[in-house]
C-alpha cells in the first residue's frame, strides 16, 4: 500500500503561483512514477504531469508545458507541482497518483490517488 497526501493548495489570482506537495508512505516511494491528475466540477479527471521514479523523465499536458513543473524529492518521499502564470481554467480539484507504468494519461494504470487538494484561480 501506498498512502498519498496532497497540501498546498489554494486560492489565488490569475498570474500567480502556487505549489503543490504530495507525501507518500508505505511502500518504497522511489518505485513508483507520479503523476497529477485535476478534476474541475462537471468535467472528467483530466492528466496534468507525470515524473518517472529517478526524476529523469517527465511529460506534460500540452495546456500546462512551460507553465508547470512536476519534481521529486526521494529522500523525502515527495512529489511536487510548481505552477506558474496560472489561468482561472487551471481551477480544480488536484490529485497525485502512483504508478508502476507509463501510460501516463490512463487513470486506470495508477493504483494508488491522494484525497485532492483545492486550486482556485480567481480572475
Known amino acids: 500500500q501506498v498512502q498519498l497526501v496532497e497540501s498546498g493548495g489554494g486560492l489565488v489570482q490569475a498570474g500567480g503561483s502556487l505549489r503543490l506537495s504530495c507525501a507518500a508512505s508505505?511502500?518504497?516511494?522511489?518505485?513508483?512514477?507520479m503523476g497529477w491528475f485535476r478534476q474541475s466540477p462537471g468535467k472528467e479527471r483530466e492528466f496534468v504531469a507525470i515524473?518517472?521514479?529517478?526524476?529523469?523523465?517527465?511529460y506534460y499536458e500540452d495546456s500546462v508545458k512551460g507553465r508547470f513543473t512536476i519534481s521529486r524529492d526521494n529522500a523525502k518521499n515527495t512529489v511536487y507541482l510548481q505552477m506558474n502564470s496560472l489561468k482561472p481554467d487551471d481551477t480544480a480539484v488536484y490529485y497525485c497518483?502512483?504508478?508502476?507504468?507509463?501510460?501516463?494519461?490512463?487513470?486506470?494504470?495508477?493504483?494508488?490517488w491522494g484525497q485532492g487538494t483545492q486550486v482556485t484561480v480567481s480572475s
Open positions: 497518483a502512483a504508478t508502476t507504468g507509463w501510460t501516463p494519461r490512463l487513470a486506470q494504470d495508477y493504483g494508488y
Open positions: 508505505g511502500r518504497t516511494f522511489s518505485a513508483y512514477n
Open positions: 515524473i518517472n521514479w529517478s526524476g529523469s523523465l517527465t
